[in-house]
């Protein structure tokens, strides 16, 4: 089964600009989950994408935004791209269960922003 | 509030010898707990999850690692470490709630001398 895919890998902006991520979970799983990884702040939850529906988010700007298709593939947004934005963003994956705690998350290999 | 605290942020392990990885957490319910590793430019990989049941729990790559619910604990432990070991290792706290949330610890880097 292929895991979880991220596009792109490397990506360069600069401020103000706005940056689109893409994620494509393990097939049969319809829970997304996104992560921030920064040196200073360490892995930070962004939000939850199940069905759909985001059934949670994270302590971030509204700024930062995302969605969930119908083949549960997600992207995230950021828009005025600011410097500390410069982050590798994971995306995680999971089947639902009646215990979403519980449910192991697959990661993806993440996407590195820099913001110029 | 939920936190997963690693106190080591690097050791350094001989090749051959053993390791133990700490975290402890903070949690009012019954907690899920996972131990991910990453290597550089990589994501996280699974490399085993505690749930329920046997405090002792096996994953891959030879790690195992202990619940303690008294000393709110999830240590990491290997027998014998390998060069390929290198990496950061990540503890964390999976929410007993109705959607997903990993809180992970700040993580350890372990680096393998000969």
């Known amino acids: 089964k292929a895991g979880v895919t991220q596009t792109p890998r490397y990506l360069i902006k600069t401020r103000g600009q706005q940056v689109t991520l893409s994620c494509s979970p393990i097939s049969g799983h319809r829970s997304v989950s996104w992560y921030q990884q920064t040196p200073g702040q360490g892995l930070q939850f962004l939000f939850e994408?199940?069905?759909?529906?985001?059934?949670n988010k994270g302590n971030f700007p509204g700024r930062f935004s995302g969605r969930q298709f119908s083949n549960s593939r997600s992207e995230m947004n950021v828009s005025t791209l600011e410097l500390g934005d410069s982050a590798l963003y994971l995306c995680a994956s999971s089947l639902p269960s009646g215990s979403a705690g519980a449910d192991t998350q697959y990661f993806g290999p993440g996407t590195r922003l820099t913001v110029l | 509030a939920q936190s997963v605290t690693q106190p080591d942020i690097h050791i350094t392990v001989s090749e051959g010898a053993s390791l133990e990885l700490r975290c402890n957490y903070s949690y009012g319910a019954t907690p899920y707990l996972f131990w991910y590793v990453q290597s550089p430019g990589q994501g996280l990989q699974l490399l085993l999850k505690?749930?329920?049941?046997?405090?002792l729990v096996q994953g891959i790559k030879g790690f195992e690692a202990e619940f303690k619910r008294s000393q709110s604990s999830f240590n990491l432990r290997k027998p014998s470490v390998h060069w390929s070991d290198a990496a950061e290792y990540f503890c964390a706290v999976g929410l007993n709630t109705g959607f997903q949330k990993l809180v992970f610890g700040t993580g350890t880097r372990l680096l393998v001398s000969p």
């Open positions: 994408y199940f069905s759909e529906t985001q059934r």
């Open positions: 505690y749930f329920s049941g046997d405090t």
